[in-house]
């Protein structure tokens, strides 16, 4: 079993940062991909980023391209998501997700493990 446990939301004004963090525990953690998702009210959860852990390929959702970045530290098991331009719409509930198996993925059915989300809201 894998836990994953964000953290680093919050209440940001539009045109400010923030970082999300999420920490991988359990069964000797070992992850092929790491995923952010997102969802906002009345939406579906949608793809933000991911990233190989091997490797540290990126891809990312055009809505976030040049605004968002993300990384991570192997040592640490840790996954980031820089957040930073932030606009209204990017207020939701944000999720990590570990994939074990496979390359990087934009679906959230390809990720087996999830955290519990941490709210980001962003006020004009």
């Known amino acids: 079993q894998v836990q994953l446990v964000e953290s680093g939301g919050g209440l940001v004004q539009a045109g400010g940062s923030l970082r999300l963090s999420c920490v991988g525990s359990?069964?000797?953690?070992?992850?092929?991909?790491m995923g952010w998702f997102r969802q906002a009210p009345g939406q579906e959860r949608e793809f933000v980023a991911a990233?190989?852990?091997?490797?540290?390929?990126?891809h990312y959702a055009d809505s976030v391209k040049g605004r968002f970045t993300i990384s991570r530290d192997n040592a640490k098991n840790m996954v980031y998501l820089q957040e930073d331009s932030l606009k209204d719409e990017d207020t939701a509930v944000y999720y990590c997700?570990?994939?074990?198996?496979?390359?990087?993925?934009?679906?959230?059915?390809?990720?087996?493990?999830w955290g519990q989300g941490t709210q980001v809201t962003v006020s004009s």
């Open positions: 997700a570990a994939r074990l198996v496979g390359g990087l993925a934009l679906r959230d059915d390809e990720y087996k493990y």
């Open positions: 990233i190989t852990w091997s490797l540290a390929i990126t």
């Open positions: 359990g069964r000797t953690f070992s992850t092929n991909v």
